[in-house]
Nanobody
Framework: QVQLVESGGGLVQAGGSLRLSCAAS????????MGWFRQAPGKEREFVAG????????RYADSVKGRFTISRDNGKNTVSLQMISLKPEDTAVYYC?????????????????WGQGTQVTVSS
């Protein structure tokens, strides 16, 4: 069992930046692929970014490519999401997730553990 806690969300103006962090406890994160998902009001949860166990492979949703960067520090048991050039459409609750699939997946069903989420609001 692994517990995930997100932090770093907040209110930012369009064009601004935020850095989300996900801290894990209970188990080392090095055995999991990690992902960030988001869910806006009235919309389904969607994949944002994912990273392999060794950080050698990453995947991004087309909507965030070039603006978001996922990274991990297995020694510190943390995963981060650096977000720049934020847009109002990035407004959502952002969730950190850990999964046991072999490769990074964009499917939320591939993730077994989820954090509680952190709100990101981008004003225009």
């Amino acid at each position: 069992q692994v517990q995930l806690v997100e932090s770093g969300g907040g209110l930012v103006q369009a064009g601004g930046s935020l850095r989300l962090s996900c801290a894990a406890s209970g188990r080392t994160l090095r055995t999991y692929i990690m992902g960030w998902f988001r869910q806006a009001p009235g919309k389904e949860r969607e994949f944002v970014a994912g990273i392999s166990r060794s950080a050698g492979s990453t995947r991004y949703a087309d909507s965030v490519k070039g603006r978001f960067t996922i990274s991990r520090d297995n020694g510190k048991n943390t995963v981060s999401l650096q977000m720049i050039s934020l847009k109002p459409e990035d407004t959502a609750v952002y969730y950190c997730a850990a999964g046991t699939t072999m490769l990074v997946t964009t499917n939320f069903e591939g993730y077994d553990y989820w954090g509680q989420g952190t709100q990101v609001t981008v004003s225009s």
